[in-house]
């Protein structure tokens, strides 16, 4: 999906960030958001490392 469709950010939420995400793809992707993203970064699909 697009940044704007996922509502990414290029700053963190709290304390969740992509590079916590189990999406993200080092060093500046994301399985499920185009183009490249900052791991300090956020957005609404964050899934959690458990
Ligand atoms: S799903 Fe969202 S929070 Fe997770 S790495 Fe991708 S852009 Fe970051």
């Known amino acids: 999906m697009t940044k704007p469709q996922a509502e990414y950010q290029d700053t963190p939420n709290g ?5 916590l995400c189990t ?4 060093p500046d992707g994301c399985k499920v958001v ?3 993203i900052s791991k300090d ?3 609404k699909a964050f899934a959690a490392v458990d």
């Open 15 to 19: 304390i969740y960030s992509c590079g």
């Open 23 to 26: 999406l993200f793809v080092a």
């Open 34 to 36: 185009d183009g490249a």
């Open 41 to 43: 970064g956020w957005c």
